[in-house]
């Protein structure tokens, strides 16, 4: 099975969307096999995620990264460790909310082009802007 790291893009915030939110899915995919760590994000001094920097050292082959963030979630440097990651052959699943929230994933390059929000990387058809 799968050895998967579900990650968040802030800090554990009680009254906001921390990993805890998502421990359905968690259990969920352990109870079918798969090896899942979960865990919002913890940075070092510079800023950069600890587990997004360890990425493309093989301790997992998928990141469910869950862009819950209204200020710029990821680092320059966490999003040259996720291409390499990828680039090494790490799967990734990315997802957001509305409007704005997670608007980070545009910094990713082409995986985060296709997600459209209200002040960044807004749809081309203006009829679809609501």
């Known amino acids: 099975m799968a050895r998967i790291l579900l990650k968040t ?13 998502f421990s359905l899915l ?4 352990r109870d079918e096999g798969h ?9 070092d001094e510079h800023g950069d995620d600890l587990d997004l ?3 493309a050292d093989g301790e997992w082959r998928q990141l469910w990264l869950f862009a819950v963030d209204v200020t710029g979630g990821l680092t320059a440097t ?3 460790n996720i291409r390499r990651f990828r680039a ?4 990734t699943m990315l997802t957001r909310d509305h409007q704005d929230t997670g608007s980070c994933l545009v ?4 995986i985060g082009a296709a997600h459209n929000f209200h002040s960044v990387n807004t749809e081309s058809d203006p009829a679809r802007r609501q």
């Open 78 to 80: 966490d999003c040259n």
């Open 53 to 55: 920097i360890r990425l």
């Open 9 to 21: 893009t802030i800090p554990h915030a009680e009254d906001d969307w921390h990993i805890g939110r």
């Open 26 to 29: 968690v259990r969920h995919l």
């Open 107 to 110: 910094s990713l390059g082409l």
């Open 35 to 43: 090896d899942v760590t979960a865990r919002d994000r913890v940075v």
């Open 88 to 91: 090494l052959g790490g799967g």
